[in-house]
Every structure is written in C-alpha cells, then in structure tokens.
C-alpha cells in the first residue's frame, strides 16, 4: 500500500473527525492533524513516522481539548530539509509552528524524542507551556539514559534498509512489554514509518541528526523548568528505563511520575485506556 492509503487508514481508526491539514512553519510546509475544540494540546511523536503515532491518544483527548498532532520537520509527510536536526533545530521549528497556528499558550506531550524537544521548548519558552507531559521521554539529564547498544545497531540497520521483518521484530522485542499485544493499528504504524523512510530525505533526520536531538540535558538546565510536569512511563520500558523518570522527576521543580503497569517503550499504544485516563486527568485537574 501507498503511505497516503496506509495513513488514511489509520486516520480512521483514531475514531472521530481528524483534520489533515498543513501549515508553513517559516521556510518549512508542516502536515499535522487537527481534533477537536478547547484548549490546545501539542502532541510530538518519536523518531520516525509522524503525528499518526498518536491515533489511540488523538480520538479521547478531543472530546475535551483541540488536539494537534504535527509531524515534526523531516517526518511524515512534513518537508525534509538538509538541517543539523539537533534539539536547537527542532525548537526553531516548533516555535515557528505554534507561532503559525496563533497559538500563545499550549499544553505540550511529548514521547521519546518529541519528549526530548518538548523539554528543550519548554526551558526555553516556559511561558508558553501550560502543562508539560513526558512519554517515555529522552533527554532527562545524566541519570543513566543509555540506549542499549544493541537497539542502537539494529535502529540502524532499519534506517539502512527498512523491512516488514525488521521493524516488526523491534516492534516486538524493544517496544513493547508483551509481544502478543502487537495489533493490526501498530503494523500499519510500522508500514507508514518504512513509507516515511524511503521519501526523498527520509533518512535525513536520522543520519543528518546524529542522534543530537535525544543528547541529556544538563541537570542544571533541567532544574530551571517550573511548569507543571507529569512524567508518564512504561515501567518496562528497556530503552529509557523508569529509574530515570524517577531521578529526573526530583530533578524537575515541578514535577510527578505516573507508572503504566505491563507496559514498554509505546505505553500510550500498549495500554491505551490507561495512559488516556492518566493524561485527561493531569490535563483537567493537574
């Protein structure tokens, strides 16, 4: 299947209305997905595919709140610029965006490496983050976030030659807690993200980036975030494992962790009901 008949597919299964829309962050044409009213909610995926990661976060959340899922400059189906692809080069963009969409204030999520430059936004225009939520996040300062070497090896031989068998077999071993809870919506992820890939700079984000983007942020640096933070986590989660939410939710002022049991790396794909519940409710009442 094409990557527009793949991502039409999962559109639908985010179960209400999504608008497809773009957007020109300054020089960069931005796609992203539009739900719902209310107060806005930034949802910034991980390395690879795009805003359709959230498809199981996007439907419940804009029940209440005006959901906005962009894929990040150099994913998706968003423009893929020879760039640094570093935390500063993301933030640019990022603030181009809100700043595109009007936007002044913003409740940010971020998961993995949109975590990473969620935390980077949030330090650098605190006062355009309400709250701020952290999936699994990475860049959480020097507490031990050492992806293991082995999902490092095999990350690149997927960007190197991207296959049906490779990224189910990271999608079972690294990102999941529990092989068995693969499902037809998380295959289909899988799919669009090896469509992403092989786009005309498809690759850029990873080789150009370098890995940059996921770096630790320096305690001190981390210790100057006041927003209100939730930190939510996969307790068994074997890339960024929980002990290091725990050190960093000390570290950050304002700042809790809540544990999805039975969960890895993709919590929010995992165990949906779960994270949704978790996020309404530090969204609602903090």
């Known amino acids: 299947m094409s990557e527009v008949t793949i991502l039409n597919s999962l559109i639908t299964r985010i179960g209400v209305l999504s608008e497809k829309r773009t957007v020109y962050a300054g ?6 997905l539009a739900s719902g009213s209310g107060n806005p909610v930034l949802l910034l995926h991980g390395a690879g595919k ?15 709140f005006s959901v906005i899922a962009p894929d990040i400059v150099g994913y998706g189906e968003s423009d ?37 430059i969620a935390l ?22 020097e507490v031990a976030q050492n992806v293991p070497v ?10 190197l030659f991207p296959s049906s068998a490779s990224s189910e077999w990271f999608l079972r071993r690294h990102a999941l807690f529990n092989a068995e809870n693969v499902d037809q919506g998380m295959l289909e992820l899988e799919e669009y993200g090896r469509a992403v890939l ?39 989660d074997c890339t960024f494992p929980l002990s290091s939410a725990v050190v960093a939710s000390e570290l950050l002022s304002n700042a809790r962790v809540e544990v999805i049991s039975k969960a890895g790396h993709i919590c929010f794909l995992e165990r949906p009901t779960e994270f949704n519940q978790t996020l309404r409710e530090f969204l609602i009442h903090g």
């Open 27 to 32: 020089p960069v044409k931005t796609s992203y």
């Open 50 to 64: 795009g805003g359709i990661q959230w498809y199981t976060v996007i439907g419940p959340l804009s029940r209440e």
């Open 80 to 116: 893929k610029p020879s760039a640094s692809y570093d935390r500063e080069f993301f933030v640019n963009w990022l603030c181009e965006f809100v700043d595109a969409l009007n936007l002044d204030r913003i409740d940010l999520v971020g998961t993995s490496q949109g975590g990473a």
């Open 120 to 141: 980077q936004f949030a330090l650098e225009n605190p006062e355009r983050v309400s709250r701020l939520v952290l999936v699994n996040s990475a860049g959480l300062g």
């Open 150 to 159: 082995a999902v490092k090896l095999r990350m690149m031989w997927h960007e």
């Open 198 to 236: 092989r786009m005309p700079g498809g690759r850029r984000a990873f080789w150009q980036g370098r890995g940059r983007a996921v770096e630790a942020m320096p305690v001190d640096q981390l210790k100057r975030i006041m927003n209100p933070t939730l930190l939510i986590w996969g307790e068994e």
